[in-house]
Every structure is written in structure tokens, then in C-alpha cells.
């Protein structure tokens, strides 16, 4: 495929320019951009689906679309490819989101084609769906142009990385990770040019004032004071004069010729001071412990327990339908199998936008519960790009990926101590995401946080919740700590498995002894979480054998 000069506007707006694209049979692109940035738009010009208002388009073999929204090119797939990706060989409007998106993918790898565009492919899949999605991309053997969301995917599937930035298409380089080092280091630069730009200004308007000080000193001889007199007196140079004025204006030039530098935006970083809020000071926040829950003849856990503690940031991952969102309302519920710290002030984000009054606007949305000062909030939603006027946009008129960033800052700002997010990143562009993903770091009370993002998960959460079987599984460490000790796991042999056994109970006995007779130099709390820990991965070992 290639392109040249393509350009399409929303009225007298330019959403979409782009100067030349080629892609070629092995190229890997993904389309980057916040919200309502043109990706879709220059996507469906590219595949010839939508015609730009000028310049061409040029597209060599066919191609497969996988889209958000619309159905799949065909309707019923060979009972081969439908296994292999876990469907049903027939399309059902009835299917869920994680379902259909499965669909598509499989019409999409049934066939031969060359080239392939997906619009937002991870939308509603859980994490073996995108592992899978991850696979079938990778053995492609056509070019494919992506718009996506999921930095993991970007990471891991992308060559190039196509930027839409008010209207600008610039290709990069290199996967996503490798275009955030090329913004950072074009932000550097503009840092550095800014700084040159407004220090050779200042030097010259310097110059200049000199100048025109020296310049105003040489007063006009009188007309009866004769040239060597006046020149006793400094009077009267009028050449030195002259000289000194075309001097100046000289400066005054070069100043408005000088190529103007804008001043590279500083983004501010986003701390909550939680020092007036009550703190939970028992050990665990959460515990449950013999939970039984079945929906008809569906089981969803059976004789389960867990424990989440205090301060810790907790993520809860599964795929669709392994139970939870049961578990999170079971703990906002207070079920009786799951026990609550009485001093925890709940604080619960979930796709459900009622907490927003439609009436309000934004930042008053937000200053109605919160217990911070504006200046807080208004750094907070412009960070999630509710900048200058937007703060005072009335809810009711928020786009859905607006609504979901709303309705966050809403929660964030008030009165909590024990923060529940029900994948707060659906629908949001990547800047929000990081934006949510810097709040989330800075939050330092404790966190449980159901998602599919990866990217999110690793740099967010410091311990994992798994279900699986029936059973609650707890790893106490980063997402990458989980994912090396499951990628283990899973190569073990039974002797491997006993070995790991044997290690883990002479770390349990060591660490009951310091538990019991502790020395100063010891942290009981952390002590406590390894225990809990160590027998979380022991128990989970044993039921392996």
C-alpha cells in the first residue's frame, strides 16, 4: 500500500494530514493517539474504505478489517479454525464482547490475505485472548496496520509506530517503547532549543538597551559650541550617534528573525497528600476464607480463600467469567465468607458512570465529594487531559472515554482509604492510561485492581490474585515476578515441584522462628506477608502434585 498527500477535514479541520506512507509485506504499524484524534479516520482512508479530501491512495492485494464495532466480514467459520481460537463456528449477535472480538480475529486469520487493519482488536478481551491475539499476529506473514491502546501489544507486535498529533502524521521507528524514547528525546531537544532561543534573545534586547542608552548620552552640540569643543564635552558625535542607531536596529532585526522557540509544556506529576485521612492500621484489609458461590449449576468458587494487606496494590486477573467481578461484590457486599477492616472507606470504580451528576460540570463533579483543594483537582483531571475550559464541560455531554476519566478523579478525590477499580482503563487513550497509571503509583493506601492491561498491572501492583479451579491464588510480587514463577511452573516435573516444596517449608520454619522471637532489625508486617506468602505458594504447589 501507499499513499501520498492524503488530507481529510471536519469542516474547516484538519483531523487527518499525512505526506507520504509505504507499507510493505513485512511492516508492523501501529496507530497511536488520544481520543478523537483521527486513528479510525486515517485507518479507513488507508484501507480505501473512506475517501480522503485530497491526495491518493493506493492499495496492491486484499485485505482483512477487523473493527471495534462493526460485524466480521463472514459469518460462519470451519470447525478447524473455530477451535483453534476457542469460538463458536457460527456468529451470534448474542455473544459477548470478548467473544465476538475472538470471532473476528479467527475470520480474520482464515483466510490468506495480505495485509491486514485492526481498529482497537483488545477491546473486551481477557488476557489468553490478547496472549492468543499476540500469537496470530506474530506468525502473520502480511503487513498489518494496528490501532491500539494496549502498549503490551504495541511492545510486542509493532516495527513502526504512526503518530497522530493535532492533525500531523510522523512515523517512528521501532516498537512503542522505542517511539516513547524518540518523544522523550524530541521534548528533550525543544527543552534545549527553548532555552538557547530565549537566552540569545535576552542577550540581544541587552545589546540593544546598551546601545540605545550609549546612543541617548551623545547630546546635540549647540549650534555656538564649535566641533573640538563639543567634542571635549562628549557632545555633538553625531556620526558615533548614527552608528550607534543603525547598530541597535541591526539587534532589533536579528531579534525578529530569530526562529521562535515555544516553551515545551511541563507535565505536572500527580501526589496526593493523604495525611488527613484515616488510616487502617490492622494488618489485613481483606480476608476471605471457606468461599463457596454458584450461580445454577455453575461453580465459581469452591472452599476459596484470600487475603489482601493493608497498603498493599493488588491486581486480579482471570479470563471472562472466572468470577471477578463476583468477587468484588462479594467484598463491596460484605458477604459473610468475606471479612472487611471496619475502619475501610471504600472508594469503587466500575463502568456504571450514575456517580456523575449530569447536571455539574466536571470539576465540580469532582469538588462536590473530594476532600482536596482545587488546585489539586484541576492538576489531576488536566492530566487527564481536561485542560483550561474543559474542567468546566457539564457531564452530560462527556464523550464515554470522558465519562470514564470523570468519574476516576471523582473517586480518587474523595475521602478513601481502600481503592476497588473495575477495569478503569477501558476505552481510554494511552496518555490517559499513564495519566491513571501515575495516580495510581501515588496513591499509598490500598489498592485492588481488576484489568487486562499488562502494562498497567506491571507497573501498578505489587502483589497478583488469580482464580483459577475454583480456588483464590495469591502471589506475593510484580506481574513479571508472577509470569516468571507461572512460566516455571509449568516446565516442572513432579521432582521439580518437591524440590520447591522442600526450599519453601525451611524458608516457613525460618521465617515462624523470627515471627516468634523477633530482633529489632526485623519488620513484623513484612515478615508476616512473606509468611502468608511462602503458604499461599506452598498450598498451591501441593495441589499441583
Known amino acids: 500500500m501507499e499513499c501520498r498527500d492524503i488530507k481529510k477535514y471536519y469542516g474547516s479541520r484538519l483531523v487527518v494530514g499525512l505526506e507520504e506512507l509505504r507499507v510493505y509485506s513485512s511492516d508492523r504499524i501501529g496507530i497511536v493517539g488520544v481520543n478523537g484524534s483521527g486513528k479510525t479516520t486515517l485507518v479507513n482512508m488507508l484501507c480505501q474504505r473512506l475517501e480522503p479530501d485530497e491526495g491518493w491512495v493506493r492499495l496492491y492485494g486484499d485485505y482483512s478489517y477487523i473493527s471495534q464495532l462493526e460485524p466480521p466480514e463472514v459469518r460462519s467459520l470451519s470447525t478447524e479454525t473455530a477451535s483453534k481460537f476457542g469460538v463458536s463456528d457460527t456468529w451470534n449477535e448474542s455473544m459477548s464482547g470478548g467473544e465476538q472480538t475472538r470471532f473476528k480475529l479467527a475470520a480474520c486469520f482464515g483466510n490468506t490475505r495480505m495485509m491486514i487493519f485492526a481498529d482497537e482488536p ?19 506473514e502480511g503487513a498489518i496496520i494496528l490501532v491500539s491502546h494496549d502498549r503490551s501489544l504495541l511492545d510486542k507486535i509493532c516495527s513502526k509506530i504512526l503518530e497522530i498529533e493535532n492533525g500531523r502524521v510522523k512515523l517512528y521507528s521501532g516498537n512503542y517503547s522505542d517511539y516513547c524514547m524518540q518523544k522523550e528525546q524530541e521534548k528533550e531537544r525543544a527543552r534545549f532549543e527553548y532555552i538557547q532561543y530565549t537566552g540569545e534573545r535576552k542577550r540581544l534586547e541587552e545589546a540593544a538597551i546598551g546601545l540605545r542608552q550609549k546612543s541617548s548620552s551623545v547630546r546635540r552640540a549647540p549650534k555656538r559650541m564649535g566641533n573640538s569643543e563639543a567634542r571635549l564635552h562628549k557632545m555633538g558625535n ?61 461453580v465459581i468458587f469452591k472452599d476459596a480463600g ?11 486477573i482471570g479470563p471472562n467469567g472466572c468470577g471477578k467481578t463476583t468477587l468484588v461484590k462479594m467484598i463491596l457486599d460484605r458477604d459473610p465468607s468475606v471479612r472487611v477492616s ?34 489539586i483537582a484541576r492538576t489531576l483531571l488536566a492530566r487527564l487531559l481536561f485542560k483550561r475550559e474543559d474542567v468546566y464541560k457539564p457531564a452530560g455531554v462527556l464523550s464515554g472515554g470522558e465519562r470514564v476519566k470523570a468519574a476516576f478523579a471523582k473517586i480518587l478525590m474523595e475521602d478513601i482509604n481502600l481503592l476497588i477499580l473495575d477495569e478503569p482503563t477501558n476505552y481510554l487513550d494511552i496518555p490517559s492510561v499513564e495519566a491513571i497509571e501515575e495516580a495510581l503509583c501515588g496513591f499509598d493506601r490500598t489498592l485492588l485492581l481488576v484489568s487486562h492491561d499488562r502494562s498497567l498491572i506491571g507497573k501498578v501492583a505489587d502483589s497478583i490474585i488469580t482464580i483459577e479451579n475454583y480456588k483464590i ?15 516455571k511452573a509449568a516446565g516442572n516435573t513432579k521432582e521439580d515441584i518437591e524440590k520447591q516444596i522442600m526450599v519453601l517449608q525451611n524458608r516457613l520454619s525460618d521465617i515462624i522462628g523470627r515471627l516468634s522471637m523477633p530482633s529489632k532489625k526485623d519488620d513484623l508486617e513484612a515478615l508476616d506477608r512473606e509468611y502468608k506468602g511462602v503458604l499461599g505458594e506452598l498450598k498451591r504447589l501441593k495441589e499441583e502434585i
Not at 252 to 275: H, Y
Open 342 to 375: 471496619s475502619a475501610a472507606r471504600i472508594g469503587y470504580f466500575s463502568q456504571d458512570m450514575s456517580i456523575l451528576d449530569e447536571k455539574l460540570s466536571v470539576l465540580e463533579n469532582v469538588m462536590k465529594t473530594g476532600i482536596y483543594n482545587e488546585s
Open 122 to 140: 483488545t477491546s473486551n478481551v481477557d488476557m489468553k485472548g490478547i496472549e492468543l491475539m499476540e500469537d496470530k499476529f506474530a506468525g502473520y
Open 473 to 487: 491464588n495469591v502471589y506475593n510480587g510484580t506481574y513479571e515476578e508472577y509470569l516468571n514463577r507461572r512460566s
Open 238 to 298: 553625531q556620526k558615533a550617534k548614527a552608528s550607534l542607531e543603525r547598530a541597535r536596529k541591526s539587534i532589533a532585526t536579528r531579534i525578529e528573525q530569530l526562529e521562535v522557540k515555544e516553551k515545551p509544556a511541563d507535565i505536572e506529576g500527580i501526589r496526593l497528600d493523604m495525611a488527613d485521612i484515616k488510616k487502617i492500621y490492622s494488618k489485613i484489609v481483606i480476608e476471605g476464607s471457606k468461599i463457596n458461590k454458584a450461580f445454577g449449576n455453575k
Open 306 to 316: 484470600f487475603t489482601i494487606m493493608n497498603g498493599s496494590k493488588t491486581a486480579l
